[in-house]
Each structure stands twice: as structure tokens, then as C-alpha cells.
């Protein structure tokens, strides 16, 4: 072999300028008399992808808080190199020429606006840019939950409520973190808490709430539900109403039983008559300016919470024309005898029945009484002269009322009797007495001892047959027997 010659070239392939070429050359050698020839040389060029940034924004930061986020790129030939081609990080940031790393503790509020630039490895080198901000949003106001404490419910009655909470970044999320809730309700997670409770006691739970700030914020709070035993509908225990007038003040009280006191009235349907209405507490009251017949009916509403619980009951109120006042008939009573049976019945027309009858003035003889009805009477036990106011009293409201004046006689019958002396030496006085039958009987009749010879029994009633006796009193109050009886008819 002679040595070996120079090369030379079949083929090269090349590329626009600034973009990288790989270039690879074979040589083919052929041995020629011994020597080595370069029969042929082939090329070959291999062009890298273009270098782009892929990140488009970045995350917002707060201040004080710590912050990350990491650019990054595809294309060109790694490991890149990244830098601020222009602008400024905020305050207490930087940028990771390796890693494209943003980190550190923003020391303030604001937005900052800069371009990203990143270089590849090769060669020539490629290189990418990206114009980009970054906020740094002012620290909100910590999260705290407002709910204070969460409204009682009842068994059987649907519940719901909301929890609520204040700061920090919305919207919300809600979690059940310990405890449990009253059987049967659920806690949603925008914090709505509903369901119908199926057993009465009292629940106590924590709660726990997220906000959507990066890193988010949280808080916790116990609370508690009581619920309530099923409580029994009221109901209205009115079988109707009374009737009113037309002109005349009226007034009725509505009843409820049952429920939670205290009741609230209404009318559900229905009308009461013109300048009549129902309060809250049930009266019905007013003056009807018209006659007529008015069906309504009545609502009664009880304190039960969270629900409350209802009833109605339909009523006809019926309003008469306006009536004559009431008015006594009786002109006059009739005259009676002491010591008999009197009776009389005053009477009366209009108004609005039954009547009710007292004693306005005046007073009855002894023995004798005036019945709310109207009857006069009794036994008089003293004869005489009466005069008495009477008073009649309608059942309308208001009420009318009326009086009348009356005077009539008792008139008496009466015996004398006359005695003789007691021979006795040692006479303090004597006794009468009185009975309707011959030999027994015989009952006192004077109040003290008679001191004369003479006695008046005006106690007779008429028609009856009596027969008297006497005895003598000394002065150690010793009584003698009966003296022999006379006798006395009254006519």
C-alpha cells in the first residue's frame, strides 16, 4: 500500500443557515493495486423541533404566602435555560434559570406584568418567549362561621335551615366532621340541612368549612338540633256562635285545644257582616250595621316551630233585624194574706229572650223572693204595705232592660186574747201557747213573757181553726200546766 489519498466528496446535504445541522459522513474505500481509494461519501442532516413555551398563565398569589408554580416548555434541545427577558417579578419572588421555578413570599399586593424567556441547548441555540402577569390579591378577611346556633324541629315536620359563614374566598363547602345529625336530615355541602327528623332528642355535631382561596381556608364549629316530640294539631272547640243584631254591640270568643299555645286567629274563607271582625286572639267583635246571614270560616294557627301547625272551622253568623226593646207587661200584683202561700208571675214582651227579673229597689216582705224567671213567690210572715222596683234584663248584647214600679197589700188576721190572773202570789209573767189541733201541739208563740192579762197573735193565716193555752211564770222561771184552751177561726 502506497499510502492512503485524500477523500474525496460524492454527495453533502446542508441546511438554511442558523438552523442545526447533524452532519454524518460515510466514506466507502476501495483498495486499488493495494491502495485505499474513497469510492463514495454520503450525508445526512437531522433538524431539532422548534422551542415553545407552553405555560399561559400563571396562579394568583397572596401576600405573605408562600407561592410556587413552575414554567414550562417543549421542543428544542433540553436542559433549558429560563430568565426575565423584560418586567419584574412582584416583590419577594424568583425565577429558577434551571428549573423555571417561580417561588418565594409576595410582600404585597399587586399585579405584575414581564416576559418569560427560555433557551434551549443546541446549537445554534433556540430561544422562546412569553408575555405573562401575575396577581398578587390582597389578603381577604379570615373565614369564620356565623351561624350561632341552628332552630329546634319537630317529629314528622319537614326541617330545613341554612348555615352560614362570612370571609375568606367564596363559594363554600360544607362537611360533617364529627357527630351526627337527627335522624333523618342531611347536611348538604353548600350547608343547607334539611330532611323530616324521625325521633326526638337533641343532636350535637361539628361542622367543618372550606373556602376556594389557594391554600384554602377552613373552620369548625359544634352545634346542636333539638327535636321535638310530634305535638298534636289544635282544634276549635266552638260548635257556633250566637247570633247578633243589627245596630246592637256584639262580641264572641273563639276556642282552641291542642297544639302549641299561643294561638293566632284569621279568616280563611268567607266574610264576617260589615263592622264586625276577628282579632288574633280569637274575639269576634263589632257592631253589624246590617241584618243578613254570614258563613265565614275561622283559622287557628299555633306556635309549633319550626312549622307551625293549622286548623279551620266553618261558622254561620246570623245577624236579625233590629228588635223592640224589651218591655214589662204586668201592670199590677195582687194582694195577699200573711202567713199564706203568695205567688205572682211578672211578665214582659220584646227584646230578645229569655229575660232575667231582680229587684231594682225596694224589698219583698219577709219570706217572699223574686226568681230570675219572674215569679213572686213565698209564705209573707208579716202583713203590710210593699213597694218594689222591678227589673227585667233581655239576653241581646248589650243587653236592653226595662222597670217597673209596683206596690201591693198583706193583709192579716189576728186574735185578741184576754186571760184571768193567776192566784198565785209569786207571778212574773205569763206564755201562749198555739195549735191547729185540740189538746197537743202546742208550740210557744210570744218572743218574752207576757206582763198583762192580754195577747195578740196577728200570725193567722186564713181559713184555719187554733186553739190556745196559757201558762203562769214565777220569778225562779218555774212554769205552771196549761189553762184550758180556747179556741179562734180565721175567716
Not at 438554511?16 to 445526512?44: D, E, I, M, Y
Request: hydrophobic share 35%; proline share 6%; glycine share 10%.
Amino acid at each position: 500500500m502506497t499510502g492512503l489519498e485524500t477523500p474525496t466528496f460524492i454527495s453533502i446535504f446542508a441546511k438554511k443557515r442558523n438552523a442545526p445541522v447533524a452532519l454524518v459522513l460515510f466514506f466507502v474505500a476501495q483498495f486499488v493495486g493495494g491502495c485505499a481509494t474513497v469510492a463514495s461519501l454520503h450525508s445526512t442532516a437531522q433538524q431539532a423541533s422548534s422551542l415553545s413555551i407552553t405555560s399561559t398563565s400563571l396562579p394568583s398569589a397572596k401576600p405573605q404566602s408562600v407561592y410556587s408554580a413552575t414554567l414550562t416548555a417543549t421542543g428544542g434541545t433540553a436542559p433549558y435555560s429560563w430568565s426575565l427577558a423584560s418586567g419584574s417579578l412582584p416583590t419577594g419572588l424568583t425565577l429558577s434559570t434551571s428549573s423555571g421555578q417561580i417561588v418565594g413570599t409576595p410582600s404585597q399586593a399587586g399585579t405584575s406584568s414581564f416576559i418569560i424567556q427560555v433557551k434551549d441547548s443546541s446549537s445554534p441555540v433556540q430561544t422562546a418567549s412569553q408575555s405573562m402577569s401575575l396577581i398578587v390579591a390582597a389578603q381577604g378577611a379570615p373565614l369564620i362561621i356565623t351561624t350561632a346556633s341552628l332552630n329546634s324541629g319537630q317529629v314528622g315536620t319537614a326541617y330545613g335551615t341554612s348555615l352560614a359563614a362570612a370571609g375568606g374566598t367564596t363559594p363554600y363547602t360544607w362537611t360533617l366532621t364529627s357527630g351526627s345529625l337527627p335522624a333523618g336530615l342531611n347536611l348538604g355541602a353548600t350547608g343547607q340541612i334539611t330532611g323530616t327528623p324521625t325521633q326526638s332528642g337533641t343532636s350535637t355535631f361539628s361542622v367543618q368549612l372550606a373556602d376556594s382561596s389557594s391554600p384554602s381556608q377552613t373552620a369548625a364549629k359544634s352545634l346542636n338540633i333539638t327535636i321535638a316530640a310530634a305535638v298534636a294539631p289544635p282544634q276549635i272547640t266552638n260548635s257556633s256562635v250566637p247570633d247578633a243584631q243589627a245596630g246592637a254591640a256584639y262580641s264572641a270568643t273563639l276556642v282552641a285545644t291542642g297544639g302549641t299555645t299561643p294561638y293566632s286567629w284569621s279568616i280563611a274563607s268567607g266574610a264576617l257582616p260589615a263592622g264586625v271582625t276577628l282579632s288574633g286572639t280569637g274575639t269576634i267583635s263589632g257592631t253589624p250595621i246590617a241584618a243578613g246571614t254570614f258563613s265565614f270560616t275561622a283559622k287557628v294557627t299555633d306556635s309549633t316551630t319550626p312549622t307551625a301547625q293549622t286548623t279551620t272551622k266553618t261558622f254561620t253568623l246570623t245577624v236579625s233585624a233590629t228588635a223592640i226593646p224589651v218591655q214589662i207587661t204586668t201592670s199590677a200584683l195582687p194582694a195577699g194574706q200573711a202567713g199564706t202561700v203568695y205567688s205572682a208571675t211578672l211578665t214582659a214582651s220584646g227584646g230578645t229572650t229569655p229575660y232575667n227579673w231582680s229587684i231594682a229597689s225596694g224589698a219583698l216582705p219577709a219570706g217572699v223572693t223574686l226568681s230570675g224567671t219572674g215569679t213572686i213567690s213565698g209564705t209573707p210572715t208579716a202583713a203590710g204595705t210593699f213597694t218594689i222596683m222591678v227589673k227585667v234584663t233581655d239576653s241581646r248584647s248589650p243587653a236592653s232592660t226595662a222597670t217597673a214600679s209596683f206596690s201591693f197589700t198583706l193583709s192579716s188576721f189576728s186574735a185578741v186574747l184576754n186571760w184571768q190572773p193567776s192566784p198565785s202570789s209569786d207571778v212574773a209573767g205569763y206564755d201562749v201557747y198555739r195549735s191547729t189541733a185540740s189538746g197537743s201541739g202546742y208550740v210557744k208563740i210570744n218572743s218574752s213573757l207576757v206582763g198583762g192579762l192580754t195577747f195578740t197573735d196577728d200570725t193567722l193565716a186564713g181559713g184555719q181553726t187554733y186553739y190556745y193555752v196559757t201558762t203562769s211564770v214565777d220569778s225562779d222561771g218555774v212554769e205552771s200546766t196549761y189553762s184550758g184552751a180556747v179556741q179562734a177561726v180565721s175567716p
